[in-house]
């Protein structure tokens, strides 16, 4: 059957730079170790397979300088193959244990199934998982985008030259990461304001995405790309589409066959039989094993009964066939009345498919997989793609909106974190002052390293995830340390430059334990020049 409509799904891959060369088992490091277990490597086996049955997936990866940067650590992926093969051994100690346990059993074998696909990876590209994800954009598989340096939420930004700096330095990482250029941007938090047009368009990206409202009340409403004055292009994302994935209340992820994320063995195995996969403190900390389901709402943790895997994968096949026949008649409903072939964007973050559901991977495999079997009157395409093919979009005018909590910027400026905002603009104001001062000065190499240094914590300080932990309060004195860690280090050594007394020993401890953006040139943070 032809298609009458076109679905877009974008899943926006990001963590915050954490590296901490100096710990053999910190326990934020273990964020990206889960998120690579459980969503990345699924993710990418998935694509794999379906481009190897000759089934192209059409979907579109953004993926943070940060999250890449973590991906090519050496010592991260060292850290990596360490913590699979502890999962490994303690899944061995839990088949033995569940022998006389069918039900739990099951699970236990799923998860051996789970850890030996992420070292079957690891090992085929040498732990490298940039390299997997190149191939199938190379290939026409997929298309993946960049965001901004360290996801700074941009509209918070004050000085332009931050905005600027945030999407520069994105731009070159990407080409240095992918070869190419990207085409387009993900907006953190899908937080747009209208001054981001010109800085998106100086940038080179052709298109990015907003939230719902914030494209108004066009003829065609959200099924259509649009673009700004200066000719960006916009994709503006479905709600009722985006719900149906991500919410747990109202939406898939909240069935009661699902795995429950909160209960773990790190909690509830006998702390001598759990303590060698602990931290070095010993304190209690998830470890990846939840053999237990949602089982319904209301229910205490201790009342969730058994995960059932094939009980599970019944589910994700009901659901997906839900979710495509709600996507036809939206097609079907839009073609009827406009004639037209309307679009469909769907944004998530990546992590929901595999960490927080269990089953979002082969929910979004079941997905794709349909549309080709059912021979459904819908296509997967990229953002490229549409635009290449598409008439000369609409021009608009978007409004101020984020996809967070009330549609605005509520979770990163509130009564639990806005003190960290003078701390974060001081470095800001400083690095590009100093920016400013030095950028057409011949300077030796200590002091160049220093200000390239500075620009590092600068971006890192400007991160989304600080103020985003603060607000739900997670990992608050973490989120907390960090952000006055690099605020603190960015001022230290731009006044270092100033006195000219840069300490080399804390600067390449700094380099160590920061090293991204290699190419970095602080002067991205000099002042546009008035003539």
């Known amino acids: 059957m032809s298609s009458r409509g076109s679905l877009m799904f974008l899943l926006h891959a990001h963590l915050p730079y954490v590296n901490h060369p100096q710990d053999s088992a910190f326990l934020e490091e273990n964020w990206f170790f889960e998120a690579v277990v459980e969503a990345y490597v699924p993710l990418i086996v998935s694509l794999e397979r379906l481009a190897s049955e000759g089934i192209r997936p059409g979907i579109t990866l953004s ?30 100690k ?39 994800l190149k191939a199938l954009q190379h290939a026409g598989q997929i298309e993946i985008i960049t965001t901004a340096a360290t996801h700074a939420v941009l509209p918070l930004l004050e000085r332009p030259e931050a905005v600027r700096a945030q ?30 047009n010109s800085y998106l368009k100086l940038s080179g990206f052709n298109y990015t995405f907003t939230e719902t409202h914030s494209v108004g009340g066009p003829p065609d409403g959200v099924y259509s790309p649009y673009r700004t004055s200066n000719g960006v292009g916009l994709f503006a994302r479905d709600a009722a589409s985006s719900r149906e994935v991500w919410s747990s209340r109202g939406g898939y992820p909240g069935d009661p066959a699902y795995r429950e994320f ?59 066939a839900d979710f495509l026949e709600r996507r036809v008649k939206d097609v079907d409903g839009f073609y009827a009345s406009r004639g037209g072939r309307p679009l469909i964007v769907s944004c998530y973050d990546a992590e929901l498919f595999g960490h927080w559901w269990f089953e979002g991977p082969a929910f979004l495999e079941t997905v794709i997989r349909r549309i080709r079997q059912e021979r459904l009157p819908l296509q997967f395409v990229t953002p490229s793609e549409y635009l290449n093919s598409c008439q000369e979009p609409q021009e608009i005018s978007p409004r101020v909106s984020s996809w967070g909590e009330n549609g605005y910027f509520d979770p990163w400026v509130n009564e639990s974190n806005d003190f960290i905002y003078p701390a974060v603009y001081a470095a800001t104001d400083k690095m590009i002052e100093t920016a400013n001062r030095f950028r057409n000065q011949d300077l030796d190499n200590i002091n160049a390293r220093a200000l390239n240094q500075a ?64 190419r970095l040139d602080f002067r991205v943070f000099a002042s546009v020049s008035r003539f």
């Not at 070292?119 to 085929?124: D, G, N, S, T």
């Not at 080409?175 to 899908?190: I, T, V, Y």
């Not at 401890?509 to 290699?518: I, M, P, Q, S, V």
């Open 63 to 92: 993926i943070s300088p940060t999250l890449g940067a973590m991906l090519e650590n050496e010592a991260l992926e060292t850290k990596l193959g360490l913590y699979v093969e502890s999962r490994l051994e303690l899944i061995e």
């Open 94 to 132: 839990e088949l033995e244990r569940a022998q006389n346990d069918p039900a739990l059993l099951r699970t236990v074998q799923l998860y051996r199934d789970l850890y030996e696909s992420a070292a079957k990876l690891l090992h085929k590209y040498s732990g490298d998982l940039i390299t997997p």
């Open 167 to 196: 999407l520069s330095v994105a731009a070159e990482d990407y080409l240095d990461r992918f070869n190419r250029k990207s085409a387009g941007f993900w907006l953190p938090e899908c937080a747009y304001e209208p001054r981001l």
């Open 262 to 320: 909160y209960r773990d063995l790190g909690y509830d195995g006998d702390l001598e039989y759990v303590r060698p996969y602990l931290g070095a403190d010993g304190a209690r900390r998830p470890l990846g094993l939840k053999y237990y389901r949602i089982t319904g709402a209301g229910k205490d943790l201790a009342e969730k009964q058994y995960y059932d895997p094939d009980a599970a994968l019944a589910r994700v096949q009901e659901h997906a």
């Open 455 to 518: 620009a590092r914590e600068t971006l890192l300080a400007q991160s989304s995830d600080w103020a985003f932990l603060l607000y739900i309060g997670s990992h608050s004195a973490y989120a907390q340390g960090r952000l006055e860690e690099h605020a603190s280090n960015a001022l230290k050594l731009l006044g270092e430059v100033i006195e000219k007394r840069v300490d080399e020993q804390s600067l390449a401890g700094l380099e160590k334990k920061n090293n991204l953006f290699h």
